[in-house]
Structure formats: C-alpha cells, structure tokens
C-alpha cells in the first residue's frame, strides 16, 4: 500500500506536507503509511487520500474491484438521474453551538469567536489555509489552544429524516456529497455516524477541488464528475444562494429547510418518485411516495 500511495503521490505532483494539508491528516501518519511501518490505515483515511488524488481505494490498496452487476438505477418523472446533497443544513443541523462552547470555554464573546471564524472560514473551505494555521489564528482570539474540528464534531446534530433519504436515494439513484467544508471533516463525519455511510457514486469536498459554493467553477466540476446532463442532476441544499447558482447552470434544484425537515423531507420524496411502467417494481423509501412535485428546475418550500 504504501509504494501504491507514494507512486500516485507522485504522479499528483504533491509533496507529502502538500498531500497531508489537502487532506487533514498528519505528517507523521502518511510517512508511516508509505514506509509501510503503518500496514493497515482506516479505511476512512485511505478513502480522504484517494479523494486527494483523485484515484480509488483499490488503486491505492493494490486490489483489483469485484466485478458485480451494477445495480439499476432510476430516473425521476422530472428527469432526474443524480442527486448531490449538501451536508451542513442538510445532513447534520448547523454547528452554531460550537461557538457558544468555545465562548464558555474561553471566557470571550461568542459574537467575537463567530465574526473570527467567518472571516476566515471561506479561505480553509478552499483548501487556501491549512487547519493548523486557522487554529492558530481561532487560538489567539480565543486566547486558549483549539481545535476547531473537535468544536465542531461535538456541536453538530444528524438529522436523521434525511439519512433514511440517502441510504434509500444511494440504492435507486447515482448520488453524491457536494459540501463547503474543511480538509479531513467529512471523513472523520463517515466514521463517526453524522452522514451516512454509503456508497456514494461523487464526493465533492471544496477544500480538495479549491472552489466553494455558490462559486461557478464547483458547479462545473461537480457536474463533469456526475457525468450527466445538467438537467439530470438535482442538488438539494439549505443556502438559497446555492440553489439560485446551481438552477444557473441548468439543474433541478431543492431548499431544504432545517427547521422542518419532515416537511423537506416529504419535497425530496415527491421529487424522487420513479419514471417507471406498470411492469417495473418502485422501490419505497418505508411509506408509500406522495404524489410528485413538478419543477422546471426550482423546487421550494
């Protein structure tokens, strides 16, 4: 494993400190990894490596794939074949709280700790400032040591409405992750339970591709990834300024609010029943779909 990974590190044109701020993992790890004094990493760092380097996990293990029959997937009546799935908002309600902790923690306002953080927050989504030094800049405000993704872990609630969504939407439809969200957050966020564990067919993480959503450029790279028309794809995403960027590009777009996901809930089920004939099965998602919602690329609530 550990020559597989250095070889593709090398074809990527990346240093190892260059692989380890990409992907959010140590020094120390990767070097063990490819000296191979570590022979059996997680497989959620393998994964965030892969993603780095765009190649796979069998690339990097040095396994072939089992060659299996791909399920079949569906089209939606609206004409949807792929659904991306925003994570904050979405998947796991907001991590405002981490900023009331950290201002108990730290005895300074929560005002000061969350006018720090959005400051700054945009330029670690892209993959522009490593981890290390935005908790190092959150540590001087907050004039104690942080680490920012353990704030964040503790703070962050899954919406478990939509986790049944995704399992159900990962078996019936080509589906993906498409997050503005720090290096190394959504691997730690698989292995500990707050998104779904499935096999998702596209993961777009804004710190490894470097653009942020509702910038054009993580749209297109989404879109090439998906690997379909834009009027197939379907994002379902509680930033309205999102939405209104992807619906630019041509696709199918869904608000979700938070605040009422069972009602957002029952918008992403009516939008996903099946084009189908009497002759086929239709899969349920545990209760029977409501009727469907038309839209011509707009959907809200």
Request: hydrophobic content about 40%.
């Amino acid at each position: 494993m550990g020559r597989h990974l250095q070889s593709a590190r090398h074809e990527a044109g990346l240093t190892q400190q260059e692989l380890c701020q990409q992907a959010g993992i140590s020094y120390s790890t990767l070097a063990k990894i490819e000296r191979g004094a570590i022979k059996s990493p997680s497989v959620f760092t393998i994964q965030r490596l892969a993603e780095v380097l765009g190649t796979t996990l069998d690339t990097l293990m040095g396994t072939m794939p089992q060659l299996v029959a791909p399920k079949q997937k569906y089209r939606s009546r609206s004409g949807v074949t792929f659904v991306y799935f925003d994570i904050n908002g979405c998947l796991v309600r907001f991590f405002h709280q981490a900023f009331s902790r950290l201002a108990a923690d730290s005895g300074v306002s929560a005002d000061v700790i969350e006018t720090t953080f959005w400051h700054y927050n945009d330029a670690v989504c892209r993959g522009e400032m490593a981890m290390d030094e935005f908790n190092r800049i959150m540590a001087e405000t907050c004039k104690i040591m942080i680490d920012w993704k353990a704030y964040y872990m503790a703070a962050v609630e899954s919406i478990p409405e939509m986790h049944e969504v995704v399992r159900w939407t990962a078996e019936n439809y080509k589906t993906g992750l498409l997050s503005n969200i720090m290096p190394g957050f959504i691997s730690d966020m698989l292995q500990n339970g707050l998104i779904p564990n499935v096999q998702y067919d596209v993961i777009i993480d804004s710190s490894v591709v470097g653009a942020i959503k509702p910038e054009q450029r993580i749209f297109e790279i989404a879109q090439e990834k998906a690997g379909v028309n834009s009027e197939e794809i379907l994002l379902i995403d509680d930033s309205r300024q999102n939405v209104m960027a992807a619906g630019q590009m041509g696709w199918k777009v869904m608000w979700f609010d938070d605040y009422r996901p069972e009602e957002s809930v029952v918008r992403v089920r009516q939008a996903l029943e099946f084009a189908t004939d009497d002759s086929e099965p239709v899969p349920a998602i545990n209760a029977p779909l409501p009727q469907p919602a038309t839209f011509p690329h707009e959907i809200s609530l």
